[in-house]
């Protein structure tokens, strides 16, 4: 929020809800990419084709002009880019199991599917294998090392 008014000012509240939205909906392109790659790198599988619902946003008349970003089966309202990364991982996680009947990505120590979660405020992969009923594997953006 403090960005938006940063780099605009004082501006009316549609407009300010407009840049709100679409600053998520630009984070939400940029970890589709992020994503993507790491599931060609893993798997050797593309993340495309018409059978796949790319990121798009609708305006919830019951919000009034804020949009909400919508990819799969998850949403996303707000320009913070460990949700946004998480909510996409799970869209092409999604779409990975269904297209190619593929679970990804997986932990190489229990062989289980990992599931998206969330620590010190980064979307992670986490497994629940193991005695203590889960680990965290891995952030979900290989840039970040935890």
């Not at 019951?62 to 991982?89: C, H, I, Q, Y």
């Not at 297209?99 to 120590?109: F, G, I, K, L, S």
Request: aromatic share 16%; net charge negative; glycine share 10%.
């Amino acid at each position: 929020m403090f960005e938006v008014y940063d780099e605009h000012g004082e501006i009316p509240g549609g407009e300010f809800c407009e840049l709100w939205t679409m600053r998520t909906f630009s984070m939400a392109r940029s970890a589709f990419e992020v994503i993507a790659k790491s599931v060609f790198d893993e798997t050797g599988k593309k993340v495309v084709g018409e059978e796949f619902g790319y990121v798009n946003y609708f305006r919830d008349p019951e919000f009034g002009p804020v949009g909400v970003v919508r990819f799969k089966s998850g949403e996303v309202s707000t320009p913070d880019w460990a949700e946004v990364l998480g909510v996409v991982a799970e869209g092409v996680q999604e779409f990975v199991m269904d297209y190619y009947v593929t679970v990804w990505p997986v932990c190489d120590r229990h062989d289980f599917g990992m599931h998206v979660d969330y620590f010190q405020e980064t979307a992670v992969w986490k497994c629940n294998g193991g005695l203590a009923g889960g680990h965290v594997v891995r952030a979900v953006d290989p840039s970040i090392r935890l």
